[in-house]
């Protein structure tokens, strides 16, 4: 009897050949940052914090707000003289950003397309002092206490007591630029002064990346003293904003 004749079996597929008629889902595109071009200040900024101070920004979130008056006399304007510029002032760019309810950080360069000298976190919500400041001048002053034989410059304390147009708002903490300060710095580099939202493809839990940024007068008068004020581009109006950093 003949032997029954057997089919061979259907060849096998490929581990790695695809399946044409499921094929299998894209992985999406992420943005990434982008390239940091900024460059070195030519100017001497603050000393680096130490990890001392970082400790100090590790608890500045959980400080209370509390409202007691600022102890701080403080001129307003300086002398400026007729093309805007103070007397004995240095011109920066100064960049208030932050999304709309989380503190709102303050960053100063020598240009916009330098790496930043000063990085502030102040204890205000962006959206809060971006509104006072279209309502009228604001001033922002930074006390610290004053120590026998000290010889660092005010800003280059860790931390000062805020006050807000005579109010204690918090607390300000110097720190130094993270990788998303400075892609923010990058993305305005070619922005000299004006205001807006930078576009964001997810929704922030803290609401809209806002951003300020504006000309600056830098005027130190002592070890103690320094201060910052934001120059109108007409002079008259428009919102202001001056900060002052205090040793008492």
């Known amino acids: 009897m003949a032997a029954a004749e057997t089919q061979p079996p259907p060849p096998l597929l490929p581990a790695s050949s695809p399946r044409s008629e499921n094929p299998k889902p894209t992985t999406p595109t992420v943005n990434t940052p982008p390239p940091i071009s900024l460059q ?113 410059k005010v800003v280059d304390e860790p931390i000062w007591v805020l006050y807000c147009n005579g109010k204690k708002s918090g607390y300000g903490v110097r720190r130094e630029p993270t990788e998303d300060d400075l892609s923010v710095m990058q993305v305005l580099h070619a922005v000299s002064m004006g205001a807006g939202v930078l576009p964001n493809e997810t929704e922030l839990p803290d609401g809209d990346l806002m951003y300020m940024r504006a000309q600056f007068e830098r005027v130190v008068g002592s070890r103690d003293s320094e201060t910052y004020y934001m120059m109108n581009p007409d002079g008259n109006n428009g919102p202001e904003l001056s900060v002052f950093f205090v040793r008492v």
């Open 40 to 152: 070195p200040s030519t100017k001497k900024g603050p000393s680096k914090p130490t990890k001392l101070f970082r400790r100090f920004r590790a608890v500045f979130r959980s400080f209370p707000i509390i409202s007691p008056s600022c102890k701080i006399p403080v001129s307003l304007h300086g002398n400026r003289i007729g093309d805007g510029h103070l007397h004995g002032g240095t011109r920066m760019t100064g960049t208030l950003f932050g999304c709309r309810k989380a503190r709102v950080n303050l960053v100063i360069q020598e240009s916009p397309r330098c790496l930043p000298m000063l990085v502030l976190e102040l204890g205000i919500p962006t959206g809060k002092l971006l509104q006072d400041m279209g309502m009228g001048l604001v001033r922002i002053a930074l006390e610290c206490e004053k120590k026998p034989g000290q010889k660092t």
